[in-house]
């Protein structure tokens, strides 16, 4: 009982209480396809040390970026966290640290989200950035929310290079919304058809990565020019937070709304979690972010704090006042970002996003080089597509074999185009040595021959 403490007949109560018949019924919104049919072949009880040693069985069978060459990317990256960014986000001070509702006991949280604010809209080319989102695939979606709220318009245009679970979260929570949304596949090899041409006097919105899902870079000042002739806004995504410090900022090329994933910065891959979103926004939209803001004030004796100063989410006004249903910031994940990239400073940042692109070109060329391996992207950050002569998938699983976490099959986010069968992502950031590039070329020729 020391795990599932209640008794049938406390379900009973609980099922009665909500209005439904069974369990089963709890789940009925679940695709029938992706519900198990029978138990998890799991074994049967044990003792605690039994499970724990089970439990470590399995995790041994994983193989971590840690332990072996990682080449994975496709929005989560592997970069170098310092000892200390870990050691001081675990202080009592900011790990058990409650929502600051009381401004006078919360001025050590307040100020390290109004500085983390205060990074977000300078990487990012903005006037203006909240505490954080959850991570940023809603920080895309809440930043189309914002969008319709701002335009008065109903009409999504979703880019073919946006990451597929961005566009997947995106069209889940419009979909409930009555928006519409304009979705273009890639072509073959991950290019997409002009989107100017596809905005028009209903879109609230246009929605591109840069780099996109495929590692491609580009200029979006024609674009943000389409847009505001239309009177659409633009929304940039960014996946790699560590390419704002040697891309041109989206704001820069006049984007309205940018949505990235934080996770780079001070917070490791964690198998999909927790990250951190980041969501920045020109000073006339400020009234329709959500989230949170914090700033800065003096109190009656003249002396410096922070409170916060916009918060319209639903536990704070009316409902249908709300601008997101949110309920609070990535706040751990924040302080992380926020140390990391206090600790670099901007020449750091700037050397860091340098040294992955430099790492990145370096084996780009060396891959080019391997009989069934052709380098797809022109230009590139420090992720890019590359074509082999085999399944990717396959070929993913054969280096797997030998050691190597090898790239991202784009079958796996495509599932449904067999045409993309033959691409996969390769990513090298700083944590790519020498011997790392050497080891997947070597195995890439074996596999591929």
Not at 49 to 59: L, P, S, T, Y
Not at 165 to 179: D, I, P, Q, S, W
Request: aromatic share 6%.
């Amino acid at each position: 009982m020391r795990y599932l403490p209640l008794t049938d007949r406390d379900r009973r109560d609980m099922l009665a209480a909500i209005g439904v018949a069974g369990i089963d019924d709890l789940f009925r919104d679940v695709p029938p396809a992706v519900r198990l049919d029978g138990p998890v072949d799991l074994p049967p009880h044990q003792g605690e040390m039994a499970v724990e040693r089970a439990f470590a069985a399995w995790a041994g069978q994983n193989l971590s970026p840690g332990r072996a060459p990682s080449f994975l990317g496709a929005g989560a990256y592997r970069h170098h966290i310092p000892a200390i960014a870990d050691h001081l986000i675990q202080r009592g001070e900011f790990l058990t640290a409650y929502t600051p509702y009381q401004p006078e006991v919360s001025q050590g949280t307040l100020q390290y989200l109004f500085e983390f604010q205060t990074q977000v809209a300078l990487i990012t080319g903005m006037e203006v950035a909240n505490a954080s989102m959850y991570d940023g695939a809603t920080a895309t979606s809440e930043a189309v929310l914002m969008a319709g709220r701002v335009t008065r318009r109903n009409r999504v245009v979703l880019s073919a290079g946006l990451h597929p679970h961005y566009r997947e979260v995106a069209r889940t929570n419009l979909g409930y919304l009555g928006m519409e949304t304009v979705a273009p596949e890639p072509d073959d090899d991950g290019g997409e058809a002009d989107l100017a041409a596809l905005v028009d006097d209903a879109t609230a919105c246009v929605v591109v990565q840069n780099p996109d899902f495929f590692g491609r870079l580009h200029d979006l000042s024609a674009l943000a020019a389409a847009c505001q002739a239309a009177g659409a806004l633009l929304v940039c995504a960014v996946t790699e937070v560590v390419s704002l410090g040697a891309v041109k900022a989206p704001g820069d090329m006049g984007a309205d709304i940018v949505a990235a994933e934080g996770q780079s910065l001070g917070n490791g891959t964690g198998f999909g979690g927790p990250h951190v979103g980041l969501l920045a926004v020109r000073q006339k939209h400020l009234r329709q972010m959500p989230g949170r803001l914090v700033g800065e004030t003096a109190d009656a004796d003249g002396r410096r704090g922070y409170v916060l100063t916009l918060s319209t989410r639903e536990q704070h006004i009316r409902r249908e006042k709300a601008t997101s249903n949110i309920c609070t910031n990535s706040g751990l994940c924040a302080l992380a970002f926020n140390i990391h990239l206090t600790l670099l400073g901007e020449r750091g940042f700037r050397h860091l996003a340098a040294l992955n692109h430099a790492t990145a070109a370096g084996l780009a060329d060396r891959l080019a080089a391997v009989d069934g391996v052709t380098v797809l992207n022109d230009t590139f950050f420090n992720e890019f597509t590359v074509r082999l002569a085999k399944p990717a998938g396959a070929v993913v699983e054969a280096l797997a074999d030998r050691g190597i976490l090898g790239g991202v099959p784009v079958s796996r986010l495509y599932p449904d185009r067999p045409d993309l069968a033959d691409l996969m992502l390769v990513a090298a950031t700083e944590t790519v040595t020498e011997d790392d590039a050497d080891r997947l070329c070597a195995a890439l020729k074996e596999v591929l021959a």
